[in-house]
T-cell receptor, first 117, second 111 residues
Framework: DGGITQSPKYLFRKEGQNVTLSCEQN?????MYWYRQDPGQGLRLIYY???????QKGDIAEGYSVSREKKESFPLTVTSAQKNPTAFYLC????????????????FGPGTRLTVL | DAKTTQPTSMDCAEGRAANLPCNHS???????VYWYRQIHSQGPQYIIH???NNETNEMASLIITEDRKSSTLILPHATLRDTAVYYC????????????FGTGTRLQVFP
């Protein structure tokens, strides 16, 4: 089955430690995204990538880093510089086809809930 | 992207139609209306989109007013599993920027 997987579902880390969240897709999508969601809030974009080996900062990139070495994978590292890392993290992907309406159809993974103790 | 306004929350009895409104009075001619929903602790799920004609798929119907300043997402026979936050987003198809998810409408379906 095609889709997006994120692992792990729940993650606990001590304050000051870096942690990497996994995101893999087998939909052959060019674009991938990382969002953060806090309780009762909407999604905020952290980073996005429209093509392999390229990515752009979103609205709240500080304290995070990403890489896009393969089309299928877009891991997110939450560094110790992120002041309030406890949140629900969502990865998404979409076809990179500007001009087509379905371009804006993003497929989301199940999310990783990160708790920093 | 045009700004959208949605009610914070709505209730609906199981088996009845759920009608979720969205105002987008500043929508441009080339902007589509998209609807997503997010069930608690899961990733958002695409539901439907439209430009000016009404649209229907296996999940829902989308009614867009003639002036395109508002739309309504209709779940014809709501079930308990439809309890979720519903997001209305307007956006041009050639916009390569990010999707903006607001706070949406929290729909509670009760037995």
């Amino acid at each position: 089955d095609g889709g997006i997987t994120q692992s792990p579902k729940y993650l606990f880390r001590k304050e000051g430690q870096n942690v990497t969240l996994s995101c893999e897709q087998n939909l052959n999508h060019d674009a991938m995204y990382w969002y953060r969601q806090d309780p009762g809030q909407g999604l905020r974009l952290i980073y996005y990538s429209q093509i392999v080996n390229d990515f752009q900062k979103g609205d709240i990139a500080e304290g995070y880093s990403v890489s896009r070495e393969k089309k299928e994978s877009f891991p997110l590292t939450v560094t110790s510089a992120q002041k309030n890392p406890t949140a629900f993290y969502l990865c998404a992907s979409s076809i990179q086809a500007p001009g087509l309406a379905f371009y804006n159809e993003q497929f989301f993974g199940p999310g990783t809930r990160l708790t920093v103790l | 992207d045009a700004k959208t306004t949605q009610p914070t929350s709505m209730d609906c009895a199981e088996g009845r139609a759920a009608n979720l409104p969205c105002n987008h009075s500043t929508i441009s001619g080339n902007e589509y209306v998209y609807w997503y929903r997010q069930i608690h602790s899961q990733g958002p799920q695409y539901i439907i989109h439209g430009l000016k004609n009404n649209e229907t798929n296996e999940m829902a119907s989308l009614i867009i007013t003639e002036d395109r300043k508002s739309s309504t997402l209709i779940l014809p026979h709501a079930t308990l599993r439809d309890t979720a936050v519903y997001y209305c987003i307007v956006r041009a198809s050639d916009n390569t920027d990010k999707l903006i998810f607001g706070t949406g409408t929290r729909l509670q379906v009760f037995p």
